[in-house]
């Protein structure tokens, strides 16, 4: 929310490295970018937090069934596993964002 679309790539990149390596499954980096850039620019275009991060989460989602799925070669019962799991996870943390962002900007001013 504080540093845009560039944040949001920037810490979608460096945040999912791990879990990237861990699953052997560098496609994890793209969707996340995907996420967190599109996330920055619904926020720019001043669009609610909530709906910022459930529209970047959408239009992410075809990114990660198919990776996923086809290049990953994951289980269609895992991916959707992961897909419902991912919804609640991007609303949880929009809501602790919205919580939480104000006071963070202040801190880092």
Partial sequence: I???PLGGLISAAFGSLYTAIALNNPYIIIGNIILGTLFGIFIR???SII???LTAYLIQLPWLWVTDIYLADMP???VRGIVVALFFSNILWAVVAKVTYKRIYRITI
């Fill in 76 to 78: 269609v019962n895992i």
């Fill in 45 to 47: 275009l001043k669009w």
């Fill in 51 to 53: 709906l910022a991060a």
């Fill in 2 to 4: 504080i540093y845009g």
